[in-house]
């Protein structure tokens, strides 16, 4: 039959177990970047290898795998503004914010609205 009496032994090994696991959680809070820094940074990089300058976001999200974003790049510009050729990249990055893919799906000129259908028209 076991002694069910908590040793000091014992004592010490639970308390570092549960030390372990607050230095974990508090690992992986560090590692995973704030949403600021995700969408500054999302942004420089995607201007850093499209050589285009990021406008604006328009959706940004935490995903299991680490951040999902879509922005908005101006990618020919034109006179008069209105008729500049804008597109839309989705863009998704790691925990960390670091940049894992990105792919343009959607082109369109800066003046145009997204066309909206009412009740099955």
């Known amino acids: 039959m076991s002694n069910t009496k908590d ?51 328009s959706s940004f999200e935490q995903t299991d795998d680490g951040w999902s974003l879509e922005i908005e790049v101006l990618e020919l510009s034109r006179v008069p503004d209105t008729m500049s050729l804008m597109a839309s990249y989705q863009v998704d990055l790691d925990p960390q914010g670091q940049l894992t893919g990105y792919r343009r799906v959607r082109r369109y000129e800066r003046g145009r609205a997204d066309a909206h259908r009412q009740g099955g028209r």
């Open 7 to 57: 040793s000091p032994e014992s004592q010490s090994s639970r308390n570092s177990r549960k030390s372990e696991e607050k230095d974990t959680e508090r690992n992986v809070a560090e590692n995973r970047a704030n949403p600021m820094e995700v969408l500054r940074h999302a942004r420089t990089q995607l201007a850093e290898l499209t050589g285009m300058d990021a406008e604006n976001v």
